[in-house]
């Protein structure tokens, strides 16, 4: 009799090591962190959540922002720099007009996307 194949869920990779990729996306969580850490954005909000649906791909929400913000893997120390930037040259991204309504994607270099 054949075993029933594991349902596919986000939190289930298939193919992979599991543990090893888990791992993996909780070392780039805490490093993504510690980079939002040190801007001052970080002492104006506060962070209600951290996904990771990929292992490239980390979005953060905050309580005070109606959009998501979208990190990459390659250097979060540029893309929290670039992220406070933005902080500071929109009025803190206050909801009374944020530059943002749906996302603010973080993983294009020095071309930020916001939609």
């Given at each position: 009799m054949k075993k029933p194949k594991p349902k596919s869920t986000p939190c289930t990779p298939v193919g992979r090591n599991s543990?090893?990729?888990?791992t993996d996306l909780v070392d780039a969580a805490k490093a993504q962190g510690a980079a939002f850490q040190r801007t001052d954005?970080?002492?104006?909000?506060?962070?209600?959540?951290?996904?990771?649906p990929?292992?490239?791909?980390?979005?953060?929400?905050?309580?005070?922002?109606?959009?998501?913000?979208?990190w990459g893997r390659r250097d979060f120390v540029n893309e929290a720099h670039r992220l406070d930037l933005i902080w500071?040259?929109?009025?803190?991204?206050e909801r009374v007009d944020p530059p943002c309504q749906e996302y603010l994607d973080l993983r294009f270099g020095n071309e930020p996307v916001c939609r």
């Open positions: 543990s090893k990729f888990l954005m970080a002492g104006h909000v506060t962070v209600s959540e951290i996904a990771a990929h292992e490239d791909h980390i979005r953060m929400y905050c309580d005070e922002l109606p959009f998501e913000i979208r500071r040259e929109t009025g803190h991204m």
